[in-house]
């Protein structure tokens, strides 16, 4: 089934990762494939931040890998890996470690590192629409649920 979450502007990213919450259910390795400057660190930003995450986000571009703690003490890794230039740099962060913990696992620039991926990663669009808007996109078929 297609899924998606209309963000009509900066003001609305709370109500949109409230929404994706809920609808990607027990989905644990969620991948952002979206162009540079479609605000995929924004909106982990909002995601983590409807989990309770007091922590500053940004963007782990230098150190990789980001953990960050829910309000009830679950972690959440926020990877970024945009500089990764070779699978093996990903895999020396222990990659595999991160991503079997059960706890949830934010990519950014998954695509560097997409044969690495698990099978049931949640491949996610964001899309930049004419209007500035961004469609957040994803099918259900893009990782099988448990």
Not at 63 to 90: K, M, Q
């Amino acid at each position: 089934m297609k899924h998606e979450v209309i963000i009509r502007d900066t003001s609305d990213l709370r109500r949109a990762a409230e929404e994706f919450l809920r609808e990607i259910g027990n989905n644990r390795i969620i991948a952002f494939f979206a162009p540079m400057g479609a605000g995929k660190t924004t909106f982990t930003t909002a995601i983590c931040s409807c989990l309770g995450v007091q922590d500053p986000v940004c963007s782990p571009t230098f150190t990789i890998i980001n953990e960050y703690r829910t309000d009830s003490g679950e972690p959440v890794y926020h990877f970024d890996f945009y500089r990764i230039t070779r699978l093996s740099e990903a895999i020396d962060i222990g990659l595999y470690d991160y991503l079997y913990s059960d706890a949830l696992c934010l990519i950014e620039w998954p695509e560097n590192i997409e044969e690495l991926l698990p099978e049931e990663t949640l491949r996610v669009l964001i899309t930049v629409n004419p209007d500035m808007s961004r469609t957040v996109s994803w099918d259900d078929d893009s990782a099988p649920q448990n």
